[in-house]
T-cell receptor, first 113, second 115 residues
Framework: GDSVTQMEGPVTLSEEAFLTINCTYTATGYPSLFWYVQYPGEGLQLLLKATKADDKGSNKGFEATYRKETTSFHLEKGSVQVSDSAVYFCALSDSGANSKLTFGKGITLSVRP | EAGVAQSPRYKIIEKRQSVAFWCNPISGHATLYWYQQILGQGPKLLIQFQNNGVVDDSQLPKDRFSAERLKGVDSTLKIQPAKLEDSAVYLC?????????????FGEGSRLTVL
């Protein structure tokens, strides 16, 4: 079945550092790919998405490119802020009519001032 | 716009007891999902509704879990009897017309502890 693998965490960075969070997937067909974020005390919310190969999703300074050849969707940000501290989940959805999200395990990011 | 509402936020019960969680999705959202998130893991889909019909309940432990969405609006997830391994956060999410619209909106979750 479909699955998502995220790098092991947690990750701790200093403010303004460069961030990369790795995500790879296994899926049949042509999934859409997502990054969801959960800030402390809040519900999961969509950060960015890409629906086809070579698409780049971006939001709040974060970017991720859908790489079909490496089945990856790594999340990057050039300069993290303390307010980026959260749990980040990579997810995919299949292309069926009643598609659903399959999540990775999530990774906790802590950014120090 | 009001978000997805869930209650209760926290619940502690003894094993073999029963518990129910309630979810009110965003107004107009036809698709409703219940996810289970065990500590250290990503959310796992339990059941998906389209209006008041079940689309996918393949991962719902039907011997103890049940869910309904009467009238196609709010939904209730019940566990009876609870086991220790049911300790988790139960997330409700909704979307306008499924993932084809690109986004699920999640509630803050209901945290269950089974002792």
């Amino acid at each position: 079945g479909d699955s998502v693998t995220q790098m092991e965490g947690p990750v701790t960075l200093s403010e303004e550092a460069f961030l990369t969070i790795n995500c790879t997937y296994t899926a049949t067909g042509y999934p859409s790919l997502f990054w969801y974020v959960q800030y402390p005390g809040e519900g999961l919310q969509l950060l960015l998405k890409a629906t086809k190969a070579d698409d780049k999703g971006s939001n709040k300074g974060f970017e991720a490119t859908y790489r079909k050849e490496t089945t990856s969707f790594h999340l990057e940000k050039g300069s993290v802020q303390v307010s980026d501290s959260a749990v980040y989940f990579c997810a995919l959805s299949d292309s069926g009519a009643n598609s659903k999200l399959t999540f990775g395990k999530g990774i906790t990011l802590s950014v120090r001032p | 716009e009001a978000g997805v509402a869930q209650s209760p936020r926290y619940k502690i019960i003894e094993k073999r007891q029963s518990v129910a969680f309630w979810c009110n999705p965003i107004s107009g959202h036809a698709t409703l999902y219940w996810y289970q998130q065990i500590l250290g893991q990503g959310p796992k889909l339990l059941i998906q509704f389209q209006n008041n019909g079940v689309v996918d309940d393949s991962q719902l432990p039907k011997d103890r879990f049940s869910a309904e969405r009467l009238k196609g609006v709010d939904s209730t997830l019940k566990i009876q009897p609870a086991k220790l391994e049911d300790s988790a956060v139960y997330l409700c999410a909704s979307s306008f017309r499924g993932l084809n619209t690109g986004e699920l909106f999640f509630g803050e979750g209901s945290r269950l502890t089974v002792l």
